[in-house]
T-cell receptor, first 113, second 111 residues
């Protein structure tokens, strides 16, 4: 069965600092991987996705993620965070383009001024 | 394209009452998904539709839950005889070729 682990429940970084959110997945074949962001009172917004090809994917808002098959990881990065990046971030996996998405439990990002 | 809309945004009900939520997907998106999100958790899949056909239901979807998508447009999710454990955010998503777009959700509180 597919599963996603986000080991950090909370992460706090200073504004302008770099960010890396960790994600590990469990799936036997090549997964379809996603990062979503959820701000208070807002719906989930897709930041980026990996289906195939280049393992470094660029997303919106300056985010990127790297798929590492050997480590079963899909970590999210941003070189310099802004206060508006404070939100909950969810890593997710699906078995194909049409399948349901399995989400991790999320990492809440706090930004220090 | 106004995005996925869900109504109501908030619902408070008493245990044992029935509730119904509505989801209006992005037009021409033929796949529609329902998820449930409880505090401190990621969304969990409940069910999905391809046009009007319900193709998969999660084990989370007890027999008190029913979902419909008449005519393959909007969808409703009904919970009968609500229980306090049903308190959660109910999210709807619709999908084009590759991406699921989520609505703002309906937050349900069962007293």
């Amino acid at each position: 069965a597919q599963s996603v682990t986000q080991p950090d429940i909370h992460i706090t970084v200073s504004e302008g600092a770099s960010l890396e959110l960790r994600c590990n997945y469990s799936y036997g074949a090549t997964p379809y991987l996603f990062w979503y962001v959820q701000s208070p009172g807002q719906g989930l917004q897709l930041l980026l996705k990996y289906f195939s090809g280049d393992t470094l994917v660029q997303g919106i808002k300056g985010f990127e993620a790297e798929f590492k098959r050997s480590q079963s990881s899909f970590n999210l990065r941003k070189p310099s965070v802004h206060w508006s990046d404070a939100a909950e971030y969810f890593c997710a996996v699906a078995s194909n383009r049409d399948d349901k998405i399995i989400f991790g439990k999320g990492t809440r990002l706090h930004i220090l001024p | 394209d106004t995005g996925v809309s869900q109504n109501p945004r908030h619902k408070i009900t008493k245990r044992g009452q029935n509730v119904t939520f509505r989801c209006d997907p992005i037009s021409e998106h033929n796949r529609l998904y329902w998820y449930r999100q409880t505090l401190g958790q990621g969304p969990e899949f409940l069910t999905y539709f391809q046009n009007e056909a319900q193709l998969e239901k999660s084990r989370l979807l007890s027999d008190r839950f029913s979902a419909e998508r008449p005519k393959g447009s909007f969808s409703t999710l009904e919970i009968q005889r609500t229980e306090q454990g049903d308190s959660a955010m109910y999210l709807c998503a619709s999908k084009n070729m590759e991406t699921q777009y989520f609505g703002p959700g309906t937050r349900l509180l069962v007293l």
